[in-house]
């Protein structure tokens, strides 16, 4: 039974909602459904008080309550119902962690009501909520009849912070009043606000936000040319890439968040500038994994060096280490992941989409290498090897491979999975 059984921490002195019959046993109850079905499955929620309830449905029961602490002049009582409400509807920035049991309109026409709260934090834990990356025009719409509020906590006299929250709602429904506000706060004397400001630019897209990010290139703040790096790669601004570009000459963080927008354009657009920072030690297998996105073959031997320096720089902490037994732990430090999975990837698309005969004379066999030494997450990237061989016509290999994988990785399983694309090796 999913969530059973359920077991909750209640502090003495507060009241609770918690839906549940009794049982046969006196002081024990049982939870109602036998399958999870909404939020009141997930645990208990907190009430105001403890008056006896009048008969209410569950979903109504939790709306009044949460309602009541909602407008509650205690700003713990707010930001605790502000929290359960936006969980308990569908949201159109994020789904994960939500339930279906309000609707969202009516979530957002309650928390409207404290976006002009005395109290900052309950004012943008509630703005927070109306936030929406997607473009969908339901989202827009959702967001339109609050948009005048947001606006005027954008341009009034609140804290900064809770400016940038309403203009960061504001985004979703394209409106072009805050602008104001916006070149208030992209001046303020707080290289924080500064920074979270021009973060803002991409979602309004123009001359305006493009000219301000050129300007706070400059900025004396690192923090802030970190956000111009990180807002220039965001919104793909390719009129931007000669300042991304001087950004990449700057020392430490600036620098690593310049390197990271990069890869966020077409590899196209970047390709030169991506060629001439190949020296760049600890970006290069980034770099070179860009390069490659359309095209592998001219930087196949580059990435299988990716591979081969991986494993022997490993392989030498692992044997300075100290760490006994010395082959478990190589094992353990040669999973992969990040950059190093996408580049075996990479490679391995590249050659299952060659032909047969590309295999036949020997000169692939130092990206077959370096793939079986490169690692794995799992079952599965020997499993795709082996597949490869037996597609390849590689029978001698693939013999070869399957031995040695089995007695290396026991714990894989793998007999079965090479057991079934001897079956079926196309499948």
Same mark, same amino acid.
């Given at each position: 039974m999913m969530y059973s059984p359920q077991h909750y921490e209640l502090d003495l002195g507060k009241t609770y909602l918690i839906f549940a019959s009794k049982s046969e046993c006196a002081g024990e109850f049982k939870q109602l459904h036998l399958f999870h079905t909404g939020k009141e499955d997930e645990g208990v929620t907190r009430t105001l008080d403890g008056r006896p309830m009048a008969k209410l449905s569950i979903k109504e029961a939790h709306w009044f309550e949460l309602n009541l602490l909602l407008t509650n002049s205690a700003s713990s009582n707010s930001l605790y119902a502000i929290k359960q409400l936006d969980a308990m509807s569908k949201s159109c920035q994020r789904d994960w962690g939500h339930t279906d049991d309000f609707a969202r309109e009516a979530v957002l026409n309650s928390l409207s009501l404290l976006i002009t709260n005395l109290q900052d *934090?309950?004012? %943008?834990?509630? %703005?927070?909520?109306?936030?929406? &990356?997607? #473009?969908?025009? *339901?989202?827009?719409t959702q967001l339109s009849s609050h948009a005048n509020s947001l606006v005027a906590v954008a341009n009034g006299h609140f804290s900064a912070q809770r400016q940038i929250a309403a203009i960061a709602a504001l985004s979703g429904t394209r409106f072009?009043?805050? &602008?104001?506000?916006l070149l208030r706060l992209l001046n303020h004397p707080e290289e924080n606000v500064r920074a979270q400001t021009v973060s803002l630019l991409p979602r309004f897209p123009g001359e305006f936000s493009e000219g301000e990010i050129r300007k706070h290139a400059t900025d004396e703040? &690192?923090?802030?040319?970190?956000?111009?790096?990180?807002? %220039?790669?965001? /919104?793909?601004f390719k009129s931007l890439l000669p300042t991304l570009e001087k950004l990449l000459s700057e020392p430490r963080e600036v620098h690593k968040s310049a390197r990271e927008a990069l890869l966020k354009f077409d590899v196209e657009q970047v390709k030169e500038i991506l $060629?001439?920072?190949? /020296? @760049?030690? *600890?970006?290069? #297998? @980034?770099?070179?994994?860009?390069?490659?996105?359309k095209n592998p073959d001219p930087w196949l031997t580059n990435l299988v060096e990716v591979l081969e320096?991986?494993?022997?720089? %490993? $392989?030498?902490?692992?044997e300075t280490s100290g760490v006994e037994p010395k082959a478990a732990y190589f094992q353990g430090l040669m999973s992969l992941s990040g950059t190093h999975f996408k580049c075996w990837t990479i490679i391995y698309d590249h050659l299952s989409a060659l032909p047969n005969e590309a295999f036949s004379d020997g000169k692939l066999d130092r990206c077959l290498v370096a793939l079986e030494k490169a690692g794995n997450t799992g079952s599965s990237e020997p499993t795709k090897l082996y597949q490869l061989y037996l597609q390849k016509g590689l029978s001698e290999r693939a013999l070869k491979f399957r031995s040695e994988s089995e007695k290396d990785f026991p714990n894989h399983n793998l007999k079965e999975f090479f057991d079934r694309i001897e079956r079926s090796p196309n499948n």
């Open positions: *934090e309950v004012a %943008i834990t509630a %703005i927070n909520c109306f936030q929406t &990356s997607s #473009p969908a025009p *339901e989202c827009a072009t009043e805050v &602008s104001d506000s703040s &690192s923090q802030v040319r970190v956000a111009v790096a990180e807002a %220039i790669g965001n /919104g793909k $060629k001439k920072n190949l /020296g @760049d030690a *600890e970006f290069r #297998p @980034d770099y070179l994994c860009k390069l490659a996105e320096v991986r494993r022997e720089k %490993i $392989k030498q902490q692992a």
